[in-house]
């Protein structure tokens, strides 16, 4: 499996952060999400792409012994992972591969 990050973290940001180009996009795309919920910092933009961490299941096995908190897949193959800072305000974000 190839795992692949820049080692940057991003800051979490809530929906009144988000520039208008991705607001528009969260309320066209992310309706489940509750209006309280919009003034808490979930929402980060990666390889230009909005997400929210609700989109991301716990990991386990490699991935949970490697550090990450979260993935995303894309495909069968291959997908997005998520490490939380430990101060819950920054997320780092990596591309998995798996090898076949």
Not at 39 to 66: C, I, W
Not at 73 to 88: C, D, K, M, N, Q
Request: hydrophobic share 40%; charged share 25%.
């Amino acid at each position: 499996m190839e795992i692949k990050t820049n080692h940057r973290w991003r800051e979490l940001l809530s929906f009144y952060e988000l520039p208008a180009k991705f607001q528009k996009v969260a309320k066209a795309d992310m309706d489940w999400i509750d209006q309280e919920d919009l003034a808490s910092p979930l929402f980060f933009v990666y390889r230009n792409t909005l997400h929210h961490l609700d989109e991301y299941m716990f990991t386990t096995g490699q991935f949970e012994k490697g550090g990450w908190n979260g993935y995303q897949a894309g495909t069968y193959f291959s997908g997005t992972l998520v490490r939380i800072h430990p101060e819950g305000d920054h997320i780092m974000v990596a591309r998995y591969v798996v090898a076949s």
